[in-house]
């Protein structure tokens, strides 16, 4: 089947999960359609997955399908778009995208830096435009702050990880898994801890002498954002981008805020058009001059989105996990040595993900502070 989109029947039965006819819409006003080479799935697909996303609006009885980060070329545009025609490569971000085809208005597609992939472009969007609005925009981080990045190793994160050592910060990282820290370390990140567990905010603080951060990127809940705020030190800048607690109306202590600190609520979906199609030609600048490079990836067939699924829900991925489709070329499998990343314990895979961080850390974590 060429022409399809990935959807599900009932939310929480992956079983359902089947590749179904697509009906292709010609675009109209300020749209273009795109046949889409590479997706990057963010969790949030997984949550819809699952059937526990609180987001979910969709209409009874209607399929849920899955939308995320996404590089393909144009095939036609619809009236009134300027500055893309059809056979530009394009990279954005849109709705119901895991597909052969997608008709998306144009401000949630830029053109292609040319020396990136398509799986490399598709790590792109979601990832780095949610870093850039928390650390620039909302954050306002400057050189020399320290900053704790929680999740470290998956995409929003090692997005955030970037950006911060660009802007010339000192980096404090979490993550779940022991292999995880490791891949951290093996970027250069002296202060890794774990995020599963509380002492994080102990041993953050030991680490600078009991003087706190500057900024938290967060995505933990529960009495681990509370204690996540409470390591921010006098003018702290706290960026929420969990939903658990925002979704549940969780209660929020303000003590800590007579020290001058500040909550963001991070989520670009309320963006206005103009507002998104900026920020994401200002993530993607850097790419196109080579300042950035994309993140480590996991690629799923087309056939495989089932086990992408189940990659993210255990958290076993590092980066981003990507569905491809070009017929013109042999699917990779998992854990293939042409994309390492660490997706368990042996040692021959932590001795791939060693050797691909450390191009990692070259090509990606330049010492320049210039943002």
Same mark, same amino acid.
Request: avoid cysteine.
């Given at each position: 089947?060429?022409?399809?989109?990935?959807?599900?029947?009932?939310?929480?039965?992956?079983?359902?999960?089947?590749?179904?006819?697509?009906?292709?819409?010609?675009?109209?006003?300020?749209?273009?359609?795109?046949?889409?080479?590479?997706?990057?799935?963010?969790?949030?697909?997984?949550?819809?997955?699952?059937?526990?996303?609180?987001?979910?609006?969709?209409?009874?009885? /209607?399929?849920?399908?899955?939308?995320?980060?996404?590089? *393909?070329?144009? +095939?036609?545009?619809?009236?009134?778009?300027? *500055?893309?025609?059809? *056979?530009?490569?394009?990279?954005?971000?849109?709705?119901?995208?895991?597909?052969?085809? &997608?008709?998306?208005?144009?401000?949630? +597609? &830029?053109?292609?830096?040319? &020396?990136?992939?398509?799986?490399?472009?598709?790590?792109?969007? @979601?990832?780095?435009?949610?870093?850039?609005?928390?650390?620039?925009?909302?954050?306002?981080?400057?050189? !020399?702050?320290?900053?704790?990045?929680?999740?470290?190793?998956?995409?929003?994160?090692?997005?955030?990880?970037?950006?911060?050592?660009?802007?010339?910060? $000192? @980096?404090?990282?979490?993550?779940?898994?022991?292999?995880?820290?490791?891949?951290?370390?093996?970027?250069?990140?002296?202060?890794?801890?774990?995020?599963?567990?509380?002492? %994080?905010?102990?041993?953050?603080?030991?680490?600078?002498?009991?003087?706190?951060?500057?900024?938290?990127?967060?995505?933990?809940?529960?009495?681990?954002? /509370?204690?996540?705020?409470?390591?921010?030190? $006098? %003018?702290?800048?706290?960026?929420?981008?969990?939903?658990?607690?925002?979704?549940?109306?969780?209660?929020?202590?303000?003590?800590?805020?007579?020290?001058?600190?500040?909550?963001?609520?991070?989520?670009?979906?309320?963006?206005?058009?103009?507002?998104?199609?900026?920020?994401?030609?200002? /993530?993607?600048?850097?790419?196109?001059?080579?300042?950035?490079?994309?993140?480590?990836?996991?690629?799923?067939?087309?056939?495989?989105?089932?086990?992408?699924?189940?990659?993210?829900? =255990?958290?076993?991925?590092?980066?981003?996990?990507?569905?491809?489709?070009?017929?013109?070329? &042999?699917?990779?499998?998992?854990?293939?040595?042409?994309?390492?990343?660490?997706?368990?314990?042996?040692?021959?895979? =932590?001795? =791939?993900?060693?050797?691909?961080?450390?191009?990692?850390?070259?090509?990606?974590?330049?010492?320049?502070? !210039?943002?």
């Amino acid at each position: 089947m060429k022409i399809f989109r990935i959807e599900m029947g009932e939310p929480g039965l992956l079983e359902e999960l089947i590749k179904a006819p697509l009906v292709r819409r010609a675009p109209g006003p300020g749209e273009v359609e795109v046949k889409i080479r590479s997706v990057g799935l963010n969790f949030r697909e997984v949550l819809k997955a699952l059937g526990v996303y609180p987001g979910d609006l969709r209409a009874a009885g /209607t399929p849920v399908t899955f939308d995320g980060d996404l590089a *393909g070329r144009i +095939v036609a545009v619809g009236e009134g778009v300027e *500055g893309l025609r059809a *056979g530009d490569d394009v990279v954005g971000t849109g709705r119901s995208v895991l597909a052969s085809h &997608a008709t998306l208005p144009v401000h949630l +597609v &830029a053109r292609k830096p040319s &020396a990136l992939t398509w799986d490399e472009a598709a790590t792109i969007p @979601i990832a780095f435009m949610t870093a850039q609005y928390a650390l620039h925009r909302a954050g306002r981080i400057q050189t !020399g702050e320290r900053m704790l990045i929680h999740a470290a190793a998956g995409g929003v994160g090692l997005a955030a990880v970037m950006l911060a050592k660009r802007a010339g910060a $000192e @980096i404090f990282a979490t993550a779940g898994r022991p292999e995880k820290r490791e891949y951290l370390r093996s970027l250069g990140i002296r202060h890794v801890m774990d995020s599963r567990s509380l002492k %994080f905010a102990d041993e953050v603080m030991e680490a600078n002498g009991g003087e706190g951060v500057d900024l938290v990127l967060n995505s933990l809940a529960g009495e681990f954002l /509370t204690k996540s705020i409470g390591v921010l030190r $006098e %003018f702290g800048r706290f960026l929420e981008i969990g939903r658990k607690d925002i979704y549940e109306d969780a209660a929020l202590r303000l003590f800590p805020f007579r020290r001058n600190l500040s909550f963001h609520a991070i989520d670009l979906q309320p963006m206005d058009p103009a507002g998104l199609a900026a920020l994401l030609a200002e /993530t993607l600048e850097p790419f196109t001059n080579g300042r950035l490079s994309p993140l480590p990836f996991q690629r799923f067939g087309i056939d495989e989105v089932k086990d992408a699924i189940r990659t993210m829900r =255990r958290a076993l991925h590092i980066g981003r996990s990507l569905s491809e489709w070009m017929e013109r070329r &042999a699917m990779v499998r998992p854990n293939s040595p042409a994309h390492p990343f660490v997706t368990g314990r042996s040692a021959r895979t =932590r001795s =791939r993900s060693s050797a691909w961080a450390a191009a990692f850390r070259a090509r990606i974590l330049p010492s320049s502070s !210039g943002v």
